[in-house]
Each structure stands twice: as C-alpha cells, then as structure tokens.
C-alpha cells in the first residue's frame, strides 16, 4: 500500500472517529436531559456528511476505480 493509500485510510478513520463521537457527545447529552449545544449540532451535521462520503468512496464506485487502477498498474508493469 503506497503513501496515497494510507493518506486515504488515515483520512477516513479520522472522519469516522470523529463523526462516531460527537455522535456519542450529543446522545449523552440529550439523555442527561440537557440540550446539545449548536456548536455539537453543527459539528455532527458537517461529520454526518464527511461520514457518507467515507462510506460512498470505499464502498461506491471509487473502491472500483482504485481497483481498476491497481489493476492496470499491475499489468503495465508486468509488460
């Protein structure tokens, strides 16, 4: 696994932690009986959306391109 590839991995663990905690942050919160702030919603809506992208690019059709690419690289370098 080349640099980009861990950069991509890196990046995404991060949106999911992240996302997973506010996550947490907000249901405590809200089963404590107090109210999330704005600035917790806010961060959940922005990680919410981060989350999806994580999602559509391992699992939608960039995971296929970056097959299709590795792929093609294999075969360029065993000519």
């Given at each position: ?19 997973l ?59």
């Amino acid at each position: 696994m080349g640099i980009n590839e861990w950069g991509r991995v890196l990046v995404s663990i991060i949106v999911v932690v992240g996302f997973l905690s506010i996550l947490v942050l907000v249901i405590t919160t809200k089963v404590q009986g107090n109210s999330p702030s704005e600035v917790q919603l806010v961060m959940l809506g922005a990680l919410a959306t981060s989350f999806g992208q994580v999602i559509s690019y391992w699992v939608g059709s960039s995971a296929s391109s970056s097959a299709k690419d590795a792929t093609i690289s294999t075969m360029v370098n065993k000519s």
